[in-house]
T-cell receptor, first 111, second 112 residues
């Protein structure tokens, strides 16, 4: 079993809908949690960066971390066709700089 | 530079050939990482540099993989005697202090 699990999708939603993504993890040492967006043939781009538990909002994006359940979420409001991409969760512990990624969820926003 | 630059973008190698993949990080970024991304998977950590020092190489899959960053800027990932299972996208990332990573577009390696 992988340290970070993520449903591969694809997740198809109509334009304007809320996209809900999540990851579960097994390593209780993870303290920093990130969401990356990756377009085809491009490198991952950082969307959200959170430390420990709680919520963080940035524009249309909201990230939630529940360390007690080892569960993190990303919500995208008012989704646009340009949001169609693969979304990767990533996390790391307090020590070291190595990120552990989930396998990614492919999202399709249909106009 | 404006972003992390990787070259070549695509590399086709015959099994058994050696390859070298280059990464130009964002100017001034101290930390540099290499990740391997198989088709349909998330990136997997290979190695990490702080300036010219390779502080973590725990993700390198075998001794055929070697990375260097001799002057603390440009880095090269070398794969000797390539095998089909080495086919993947190799991503380079840099950061100021190892927290928020900026990725390049990667080198897609195909071993035939």
């Amino acid at each position: 079993q992988k340290e970070v699990e993520q449903d591969p999708g694809p997740l198809s939603v109509p334009e304007g809908a809320i996209v809900s993504l999540n990851c579960t993890y097994s390593n209780s040492a993870f303290q920093y949690f990130m969401w990356y967006r990756q377009y085809s043939r491009k490198g991952p781009e950082l969307l959200m960066y959170t430390y420990s538990s709680g919520n963080k909002e940035d524009g249309r994006f909201t990230a939630q971390v529940d360390k007690s359940s080892k569960y993190i979420s990303l919500f995208i409001r008012d989704s646009q066709p340009s949001d169609s991409a693969t979304y990767l969760c990533a996390m790391k512990g307090a020590a070291g700089n190595k990120l552990t990624f989930g396998g990614g969820t492919r999202v399709l926003v249909k106009p | 530079g404006a972003g992390v630059s990787q070259s070549p973008r695509y590399k086709v190698a015959k099994r058994g050939q050696d390859v070298a993949l280059r990464c130009d990080p964002i100017s001034g970024h101290v930390s540099l990482f290499w990740y391997q991304q198989a088709l349909g998977q998330g990136p997997e950590f290979l190695t990490y540099f702080q300036n010219e020092a390779q502080l973590d190489k725990s993700g390198l899959p075998s001794d055929r993989f070697f990375a260097e960053r001799p002057e603390g800027s440009v880095s090269t990932l070398k794969i000797q005697r390539t095998q089909q299972e080495d086919s993947a996208v190799y991503l380079c990332a840099s950061s100021l202090a190892g927290e928020k990573l900026f990725f390049g577009s990667g080198t897609q390696l195909s071993v035939l």
